[in-house]
């Protein structure tokens, strides 16, 4: 089935993203070492091509050609160089890698993060908050339903404007009585420049992710073109390696549009990409194509487990997305 299906995907890329990496029993359904070397092991020994976005830009590869992998990895956590970057390098594989700048930079941490510290230290059971006009009560015992209230809050506060959100997470703070730290603890830490401009000397590509990551469809003109602009210079400031790829946070349709598209080919940037499931056609990605597919690049969330990747990666994934359709 898998070698049937990757006729289907010749001259596609299946472009891949990753967040954060964990040992066992550390971060939800974070990928181990121990998992991300059997996904590129599989690749290797089954010969895809396994390409960086740096090289699409350029990629003038025929359409016939075998189907190809990208791995992305997206917001800047130590984690990534801790390790992650080890088992890409024993296996040769380029990743690029989505800072969020002031993120590296120390000036902020992620707010979803900042619930889940939260939560963990809150002696409270419960809160009530006012969002828009009413009012909502969270609620949890133990540490499974704490998970699942934690995603509740998180899906509910993406709704927000962002002033909104950060006040909704300052006042769940207040409620729990947890002070919140300044800066991320080390659970939640940033790479550090330094080790960024070390890891771009060995395969790592390095793109920006905006500032503060915040939904750049609920931000003003004017922030949403200094997000953009400021995070590429930033980047560029910071490390040779820099391409001219930039992640939308959040990438699903609702968090960017054709403001954002003109903003990024206003910063000098190449390509976007979202976090809309889909196989990339490798001669929409490169310099000679039109900026409407360039973009708006599909990415698939990258499974930890091996049968997940194969769907994925090998076209079944296609496959069954096409038959479906048939039988509609």
């Not at 002031?102 to 419960?126: H, I, K, M, N």
């Not at 404007?161 to 940033?190: F, K």
């Amino acid at each position: 089935m898998a070698f049937a299906a990757r006729r289907m995907v010749r001259g596609r890329v299946a472009v891949l993203m990753l967040h954060r990496f964990g040992e066992p029993g550390n971060g939800p359904g974070w990928p181990t070492p121990h998992q991300l070397r059997a996904l590129l092991d599989y690749a290797r020994r089954h010969r895809y091509r396994i390409v960086s976005l740096a090289d699409l830009l350029h990629d003038d590869t025929p359409r016939s050609s075998g189907p190809a992998i990208a791995f992305t990895v997206d917001d800047g956590y130590a984690d990534f160089a801790e390790l992650a970057l080890p088992v890409f390098q024993t296996f040769d594989c380029p990743v690029t890698l989505f800072v969020t700048t002031g993120f590296l930079d120390g000036t902020s941490w992620f707010w979803w993060d900042q619930l889940e510290y939260v939560l963990a230290r809150t002696e409270r059971r419960a809160f009530t908050l006012t969002l828009g006009h009413g009012e909502e009560t969270f609620e949890w015992d133990g540490a499974v339903r704490r998970t699942r209230t934690l995603g509740r809050i998180v899906a509910r506060l993406k709704t927000l404007a962002n002033a909104e959100r950060e006040r909704a997470v300052a006042d769940i703070a207040e409620a729990c009585r947890v002070d919140l730290p300044g800066t991320a603890p080390s659970a939640y830490a940033a790479l550090r420049w330094v080790d960024l401009r070390n890891a771009a000397g060995r395969g790592v590509s390095v793109g920006p992710h905006s500032v503060t990551h915040p939904i750049l469809s609920a931000c003003t003109d004017t922030q949403a073109d200094w997000e953009i602009r400021e995070s590429w210079a930033r980047v560029r400031s910071q490390v040779r390696s820099a391409v001219p790829v930039f992640c939308y946070p959040n990438g699903d349709s609702l968090s960017f549009g054709d403001r954002e598209v003109q903003a990024l080919q206003r910063a000098g940037l190449e390509l976007g990409v979202s976090s809309m499931p889909g196989y990339a056609a490798s001669a929409d990605l490169s310099r000679s194509a039109g900026p409407a597919r360039r973009y708006t690049v599909p990415r698939f969330a990258c499974p930890s487990d091996l049968d997940g990747f194969v769907q994925i990666v090998s076209g079944i994934e296609l496959f069954k997305s096409r038959f479906l359709a048939l039988g509609r």
